[in-house]
């Protein structure tokens, strides 16, 4: 008897990768607000070990926390050709998708600037306690700012609350005292900063290689090409990529004091060196494709061809390949690593084979996707001194991507075959709300425990009793995910 496959996704959502954002930016503020010093080697970024985490770039190794980072970025690149098919398709031009994109760029710069701005931790301590109450009004103000707003109102109407927001975030800007010196645009969170680069530079390579493939992976060979030739010292590209100034307006300006260094320092917006992240989002931009394919042909209509235990096979060989890839390179066992992950990988093609509708179809050319990625990265392992996050490694952004890409598709058989999208709602709405989450901590939580007085002892429990903080900061994370989950079903979202 014929089973029916259980699709549960529309065209114009695709829930897996919300969940997979989701899960990536709650891990993100697992691994930000974690007892310091204090766990193993294994619960914090390989190059900054405890107990002191002095940062050791000569010291290989990959850790969950390691992956949180490239799993957002994937999960970003994936997203572009989602986003801007469509508009395509519906009539807009290149050159206007172009300038979509640019404009969000600056919108991602703008909102890095004003979360550094508004950290409670960078408030001068003349403010006291007010500080707390001032950054839990500034994360409510960016609504009115970047917001998408679910009530019916009038486009003038919508205006003139953004408008109103960024009035009022600019007059305290101006007023505001940070200890050594006042507003700076060149103050900016770094994570957004660099999702602020890629969001331009990875939507506009798929967009001038939509329809070709090869050309987007030549574009990638290119960028392989200097980051090779940028490490020579004297090569014209090392050379090149330090040029963000325009000498001559510094001149012709006579800033002295630097208040006109925005003129001619782009620095606050552009950084060649974020590029290096593109390894990882044209690769995200290939699966972003092949979910674009699968919406247009998805048809609940459709049998399952599958047999159960193929699909409970490759559920359970998924999480273990990420397990074992973990293990195996933070334990620096990396010929046993490849082994291994070469036998996992031919495992989990061999139970994607022979697909026919197109779930399946998908599910298959996802995971030769990932493996790909996933073996390339692994056999450049020992180049640059082994697997690091910082400085990124080349065969950090392939293994990275490849894991990335073998988690989409376990969510994909959790979501449509187990028909679990309902447990797994908070990541959805984490993930369609992610900024929200992301300054939830910083601006939210941690100022709120400090107005009842209980930020300092729980951070004295994280000095005494490490694991007990880790199950608060536990809980606290599943609080950030409930708070931004009401946001998101209320439809209001931070939209950057």
């Not at 010291?59 to 926390?65: K, R, Y």
């Not at 010196?181 to 770094?190: H, S, V």
């Not at 399952?304 to 490759?314: D, G, K, M, P």
């Not at 709405?429 to 400090?450: E, I, S, T």
């Amino acid at each position: 008897m014929s089973v029916q496959f259980n699709s549960i996704s529309e065209p114009k959502r695709i829930y897996s990768l919300d969940i997979l954002r989701g899960i990536a930016i709650l891990l993100m503020l697992l691994a930000n607000n974690e007892p310091f010093g204090s766990l193993p080697s294994w619960m914090y970024h390989a190059q900054t070990p405890p107990p002191t985490h002095q940062f050791n770039p000569q010291l290989p190794g990959l850790t969950w926390v390691d992956l949180v980072f490239p799993f957002f970025i994937f999960s970003m690149g994936a997203a572009i050709p989602l986003s801007l098919e469509r508009r395509l398709n519906n009539g807009l031009s290149k050159s206007r998708a172009v300038l979509v994109s640019l404009k969000r760029w600056f919108f991602l710069v703008g909102f890095a600037v004003y979360a550094k701005h508004i950290s409670p931790y960078y408030l001068a301590d003349s403010y006291g306690e007010w500080k707390w109450v001032i950054a839990i009004l500034l994360y409510l103000l960016m609504f009115s700012i970047w917001g998408r707003l679910p009530w019916a109102m009038h486009r003038k109407i919508r205006l003139l609350i953004k408008s109103a927001g960024i009035a009022a975030a600019a007059v305290f800007f101006a007023f505001a005292d940070y200890g050594d010196k006042g507003f700076d645009i060149y103050r900016n969170d770094i994570i957004l900063f660099v999702l602020s680069n890629l969001a331009f530079w990875g939507a506009l390579c798929w967009i001038l290689t939509r329809n070709n493939i090869v050309l987007r992976f030549g574009v990638l060979a290119f960028i392989l090409a200097v980051r090779l030739v940028s490490q020579v010292d004297g090569s014209w590209i090392s050379q090149a990529g330090s040029f963000i100034q325009v000498p001559f307006l510094k001149e012709m300006l006579h800033d002295k004091g630097g208040h006109w260094r925005w003129v001619y320092d782009y620095s606050w917006f552009l950084n060649w060196s974020f590029l290096k992240y593109l390894f990882i989002i044209i690769p995200a931009t290939a699966v972003g494709d092949l979910f674009n394919e699968w919406a247009r042909k998805s048809d609940s209509s459709l049998v399952r061809e599958w047999s159960r235990w193929r699909y409970l096979i490759a559920a359970f060989l998924v999480p273990l390949l990420i397990i074992t890839t973990l293990v195996g390179l933070q334990s620096r066992l990396v010929l046993g690593t490849f082994a291994v992950g070469l036998l996992l990988s031919a495992a989990i093609v061999f139970i994607a084979r022979s697909s026919e509708n197109p779930t399946e179809f998908l599910l298959n050319k996802l995971i030769r996707n990932a493996v790909f990625w996933y073996l390339l990265g692994l056999i450049l392992e020992p180049y640059e001194g082994g697997i690091k996050k910082d400085p990124s490694t080349i065969s950090y952004y392939f293994v990275t991507a490849g894991l990335a890409g073998f988690s989409a598709a376990g969510i994909i058989i959790l979501v449509h075959y187990y028909g679990l999208l309902k447990y797994l709602k908070l990541f959805v709405y984490n993930g369609q709300n992610p900024m929200a989450a992301y300054l939830a901590a910083q601006n939210v939580f941690w100022p709120a425990l400090a107005l009842i007085n209980l930020r300092e002892p729980i951070t004295g429990v994280y000095t005494e009793y490490p694991w007990l903080g880790f199950c608060i900061t536990v809980i606290l994370v599943a609080a950030i995910g409930i708070w931004v989950s009401l946001f998101s079903k209320k439809k209001i979202y931070l939209r950057t």
